[in-house]
């Protein structure tokens, strides 16, 4: 048959973190390599659990409320859950913070490790039981020489980070991962269970068409917000106006953001004072992997990842993607104050 023969070489995520370390030489120890092989394996077991959701009676309310008081799916605390273990027997963490968890949890000496992990475990949730795509964010730091690992090891800003990532489950799981080299982007092959890598070095478009917000809330924006949305929306000089698309699942909407350009922005605005994204588990890892693919992430004044956070569930005001379109958006707020 004219038929392509098969690959015998795939690139599986772990050979090509490995190959990373490989470059580093001495300096790695293969500690974040299994890091990495726990966090492939909670977003291999929470992709199987969303698809088997609708079928398992997964979908719904836990009856319990989380930190931010808003109710918890079951899928949302199972994947919760997953990741604790996970990460915990992994033997390479010290401080976890989840957003389901009010607390950091400081691993115990038996287990502990030199990272820190910050996560969302199943951003999105409000999409859940209408099927929409939804994800995992995480961001990773190295506890600070000498520490045994305390909450002061994540409250740093989000260019300290080592790592940062997200996995998207849609119609495929898509693991999208820096290791502060560029971003790659691999798809859980459900046969071999292994994230093959299929989006090598991602850069964002310099510039895209569209812009991803909820523009429901307009009323409450402020002015350099809207006057931005207006030059996109009625553009003068013959240029055509961007198209909108919001899913409402940062996961997903940044994904898209990487891919096709453009910008996406969730405001802080005269209801939600700071916005409604968490700094250390949305807006760092996201604006981590902006800025390595080129793209540039702001709150409208600053740039993300220089902020010091000072406590670990709190929100910032988040503009991420396309370098001359986020730019565009920032002369705005240079403008209007
Ligand atoms: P969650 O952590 O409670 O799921 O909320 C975060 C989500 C993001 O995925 C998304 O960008 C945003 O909330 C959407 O908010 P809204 O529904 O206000 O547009
Ligand atoms: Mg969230």
């Known amino acids: 048959s004219n038929e392509e023969p098969p690959s ?5 995520l772990t050979r090509h973190v490995l190959a990373d370390q490989f470059r580093m030489g ?3 120890t293969g500690d974040l390599t299994l890091l990495l092989t726990a966090i492939q394996t909670t977003s291999k077991f929470i992709a199987t659990n969303v698809r088997k959701a609708r079928l398992i009676n997964l979908v719904g309310l836990a009856g319990e409320t989380n930190v931010q008081g808003e109710e918890q799916k079951k ?3 199972l994947s919760n859950d997953i990741m604790v273990n996970s ?3 992994s033997g390479k963490t010290a401080v976890l913070v989840s957003e389901e968890l009010e607390e950091a949890i400081i691993i115990e000496d038996r287990y502990k490790g030199k990272y820190c992990v910050v996560f969302d475990p199943l951003d999105g949730s409000s999409n859940i039981d209408a099927g929409v795509n939804i994800g995992t964010i995480f961001g990773i730091y190295q506890i600070k020489p000498e520490s045994k690992g305390t ?4 409250l740093r800003p989000g260019s300290e980070m080592v790592a940062a990532g997200y996995t998207m489950y849609g119609s495929s799981a898509n693991l999208v991962l820096s290791t502060g080299n560029g971003v790659n982007g691999y798809t859980l092959d459900a046969a071999l269970g292994e994230f093959i890598l299929t989006h090598p070095d991602i850069k964002i478009p310099p510039r895209g068409k569209i812009y991803s917000f909820n523009e429901g809330n307009s009323m409450y ?7 931005y949305l207006n030059s996109i929306k009625y553009p003068t000089n013959g240029k055509s106006p961007y198209s909108a698309r919001y899913i409402g699942s940062m996961v997903a909407d940044v994904h898209r953001t990487f891919l096709y350009g ?3 922005g969730y405001p802080d605005d005269k209801k939600s004072k ?3 994204l968490r700094l250390l588990y949305e807006a760092f890892p996201m604006a981590f992997l902006t800025e390595q693919a080129g793209g540039i992430a702001t709150t409208g004044t600053k740039r993300i990842l220089d902020i010091v956070p000072t406590s670990i569930h709190e929100r910032c005001s988040v503009f991420l993607g396309s370098k001359d379109d986020v730019l565009d958006l920032a002369k705005f707020y240079e403008t209007v104050k």
Do not use: E, M, Y
Request: proline share 3%; net charge negative.
């Open 262 to 264: 453009g910008i996406f």
């Open 8 to 12: 015998t070489d795939i690139i599986t």
């Open 26 to 28: 001495a300096a790695a």
């Open 87 to 89: 990460l915990r027997a």
């Open 151 to 154: 909450i002061s090891d994540v």
């Open 221 to 227: 924006f402020h002015q350099p917000v809207v006057n």
């Open 75 to 77: 899928l949302d605390v």
């Open 274 to 276: 700071s916005g409604k």
